[in-house]
């Protein structure tokens, strides 16, 4: 049996016989490389970063066309860093799994170095600081979800943490905006070096979202003259501080028990599937499928490795932005979502089971052909239409991929705004008929119905977390099945809310489709089922 602190270099024959690929390189190189001069931090050390971000870096590492491991910086869950990263060696196996049931195993030795930076932890706090004052550092990744980014409440003010943040010193922000707009001030404060700042989580617009995020605190530590207008200057300046947009496409359930079972009957004995205190699964081995793309503008102001090297395209601005919209708003992940919502009520527990139903393929079909494709615009680079094949027929029936629709449901009030008001919004803009939409208003419906927490058959169960879930449930707590209720009086402080649904749904004429399918919805035991096939039914 083989086990991830093996020496990969000496032993490679017991990994090969495990049918494990492993690095070209010496990962203490390529560690005292990072500490001497850094090239790549990366935000978010979860399973996404595991499977994709760190393999991109090993292959570069393999290639030499780059010399320095990543940095990775944990700001949500010191469990990550302490039970996945530091037991380990910082090394991981990516797993990844065909629709055939091939496994391609990977020992992953990319990264240099797992920081919980938070200021709890003081050396990791310090640590981090002194790594951007290195001139070396030239791009930083992100991956740490949408409600990453939040500093706003569901009525669009500052919250509490924000203020804070904004009010006092920038060595006690709390926020991830804050925490790392101290690390650019010390940038700036060093000498005013140049570095990208790249979001890569899986929302439109992504690297506009995270600029206005580090600003919003920067301009209040102006405002209370904490830093000078030449640190805001400095942010705003592209070819000081980029922040280069992206879209990201791979996905990346949680490891699954099955996949450590073949792991462990394949030689490889670091398989124990980890459960952090603060509800990350994370295990020694990350496990995701053969599709993947990552397309980010190609704006870094202190250069860069040759990401394309690595399968990265590196594009303008506009064609990662089509790109994205392509994928989040119209042919990826607005169908992903309506699984996840549907399934959730359903029952299911598996992505892959619910192609299994036709009519749940029915309303994926419905969403993603006849309702997104017809405003959506081809990026050129990745052809729409073929997008959204390869999705339906190959990807999300993948077996093999233990994604559950519980995972994907998580933060659904973020993603509706993305997912579908994108969508409503070009309707508008071209000024194309609404009339026909029959799935964004099903699935909008269906969310409204998933906020009672109630399955199809009547159970409770636990809805996946979202942040504004104790402000949203109240709404329809009230709600039982088989109640007469006036569903524009109980849904109207949802559907007008503009953090959630920025584009009028009264506009779009949409309204009363939800309202009807959500009062359909609740007419007692099975009418979910019954109503997802009466509007979009095989």
């Avoid at 030499?64 to 990543?70: D, F, I, N, R, Y």
């Avoid at 090394?91 to 091939?102: I, K, P, S, T, Y």
């Avoid at 003081?122 to 939040?150: C, H, N, R």
């Avoid at 490891?255 to 073949?262: L, N, Y």
């Amino acid at each position: 049996m083989v086990h991830l602190t093996d020496d990969y270099r000496r032993d490679s024959k017991a990994f090969a016989e495990a049918g494990i690929a492993v690095p070209k390189f010496d990962q203490q190189q390529v560690k005292q490389a990072a500490a001497d001069a850094p090239v790549w931090v990366h935000f978010g050390g979860g399973n996404l970063f595991r499977c994709f971000h760190a393999k991109i870096a090993q292959e570069l590492l393999d290639a030499g066309e780059l010399k320095a491991g990543v940095v990775v910086a944990e700001t949500y869950d010191d469990g990550v860093v302490e039970q996945a990263y530091e037991p380990f060696d910082n090394r991981f196996l990516q797993v990844v799994m065909d629709e055939a049931g091939n496994y391609d195993k990977t020992l992953i030795a990319s990264v240099a170095d797992a920081i919980y930076y938070n200021k709890a932890n003081v050396a990791g706090w310090d640590k981090l600081k002194k790594v951007f004052e290195q001139p070396s550092l030239q791009f930083v990744t992100m991956s740490i979800t949408e409600k990453g980014y939040a500093l706003r409440d569901v009525n669009g003010n500052l919250n509490a943490a924000a203020q804070a943040d904004i009010a006092g010193d920038p060595e006690n922000a709390a926020t991830n905006m804050g925490a790392i707009a101290r690390l650019l001030l010390a940038r700036f404060n060093a000498g005013k070096l140049p570095i990208a700042m790249v979001s890569t989580d899986n929302f439109s617009e992504n690297g506009k979202r995270f600029e206005e995020g580090v600003l919003t605190i920067a301009k209040g530590w102006l405002a209370n003259g904490t830093v000078s207008q030449d640190f805001v200057d400095y942010l705003q300046n592209p070819e000081m501080v980029s922040f280069p947009w992206s879209m990201i496409d791979r996905i990346t359930p949680n490891p699954a028990e099955s996949v450590a079972t073949v792991l462990k009957d394949s030689g490889f004995d670091d398989t124990d599937i980890i459960h952090t205190a603060k509800h990350t699964n994370i295990a020694p081995f990350g496990n995701t499928e053969v599709t993947h793309y990552l397309v980010i503008e190609d704006s870094f102001p202190n250069g860069r490795p040759a990401l394309d090297k690595a399968g990265v395209i590196l594009t303008s601005r506009d064609i990662v932005n089509d790109a994205d919209q392509m994928k989040v708003t119209a042919c990826l992940n607005p169908l992903h979502t309506s699984l996840a919502i549907f399934g959730s009520l359903l029952g299911y527990t598996s992505i892959a089971e619910e192609t299994q139903n036709p009519d749940l393929v029915a309303l994926i079909k419905q969403l993603g052909y006849n309702e997104d494709l017809p405003v959506v615009k081809d990026p050129k680079i990745i052809d729409p239409k073929a997008f959204i094949d390869e999705l339906i027929n190959k990807r999300l029936p993948n077996k093999n991929i233990p994604d559950t629709p519980q995972r994907i449901a998580s933060d659904t009030s973020q993603k509706m705004p993305i997912r579908y008001g994108v969508t409503l919004q070009h309707y508008l803009d071209s000024g194309k008929s609404t009339a026909d939409l029959k799935a964004i208003p099903l699935i909008i419906a269906g969310w409204c119905r998933f906020l009672m927490a109630v399955q199809d058959d009547g159970q409770a169960f636990e809805p996946s977390r979202d942040p504004l879930l104790s402000e949203l449930q109240p709404y329809v707590a009230d709600v039982k099945l088989g109640d007469k209720v006036d569903a524009h009086a109980v849904l109207k402080p949802i559907l007008t809310n503009k953090s959630i649904f920025p584009v009028d749904l009264d506009a779009v004429n949409l309204t009363k489709k939800v309202e009807d399918n959500f009062t359909a919805m609740i007419a007692g035991p099975g009418a979910v089922a019954k109503t997802l096939h009466a509007v979009v039914g095989a």
